[in-house]
């Protein structure tokens, strides 16, 4: 498993990308995001959490004190945010929105937390994922692709990923995948999917 605290701690996190990802740039400017609350799963201390809530109402969930911590302070520097708009410090696999948010949230913003799992993980993050999101809400996801064994990151391949993201459940939309580069020989392909 894993350590991430001790990841960020060390300053070793190569997942970091300047700025945003250019997927998210997309999607933002393009209006998927509405005005409903949007959850990110391990936010880390990634900058996407902070321009959506800059926007409405978003919540980041990490299990990394430090990442929180991080967050907690870029969400305090946003002029008149939402008060819905927090950094918690829990499990993705196990973190529910509460009745006063609703019980679900209205979109998802997936950057890099599948690919952080174990992959004998993924089909409890899904189920979670689906449980959460409110039904005709979006999941913009991106699935990190990578040529070889081992991880993190993990590679999502995509007929995996159009398994475990299946049609009982999930619409995939006709949008073509965005790619977002990552490292020489990793990028990431972003998909957009909506709850059923
Ligand atoms: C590769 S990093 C990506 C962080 C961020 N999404 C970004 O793009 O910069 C993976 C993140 O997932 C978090 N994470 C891993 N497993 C988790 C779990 N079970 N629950 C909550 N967060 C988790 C880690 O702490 C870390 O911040």
């Known amino acids: 498993m894993v350590d991430w605290e001790a990841r960020f701690q060390a300053r070793n996190t190569p997942w970091e990308r300047e700025g945003l990802n250019p997927a998210f740039v997309d999607w933002f400017n393009g209006g998927y995001f509405e005005d409903g609350l949007v959850y990110v799963p391990g936010c880390g201390r990634s900058p996407e959490l902070g321009a959506l809530a800059a926007r409405g109402p978003a919540i980041g969930v990490d299990l990394a004190p430090s990442a929180i911590a991080h967050q907690e302070a870029e969400l305090a520097a946003i002029p008149d945010p939402h008060p819905a708009s927090v950094a918690i410090l829990h499990d993705v696999l196990t973190w529910t929105p509460g009745p006063d948010l609703g019980a679900q949230v209205d979109a998802v913003y997936e950057q890099t937390c599948l690919?952080?799992?174990?992959?004998?993980?993924?089909?409890?993050?899904?189920?979670?994922?689906?449980?959460?999101?409110?039904?005709?809400?979006?999941?913009?996801?991106?699935?990190?692709?990578?040529?070889?064994?081992?991880?993190?990151?993990?590679?999502?391949?995509?007929?995996e990923m159009r398994t475990l993201f299946s049609t009982d459940r999930w619409d995939w939309t006709d949008d073509p995948p965005r790619r977002s580069d990552h490292s020489p020989g990793i990028f990431e392909l972003g998909y957009r999917l909506i709850r059923r």
């Open 115 to 159: 690919c952080a799992l174990p992959p004998e993980l993924r089909e409890d993050y899904e189920a979670r994922i689906a449980e959460i999101l409110r039904p005709g809400g979006p999941l913009l996801i991106l699935f990190m692709q990578r040529a070889s064994d081992g991880g993190p990151p993990f590679h999502c391949g995509l007929d």
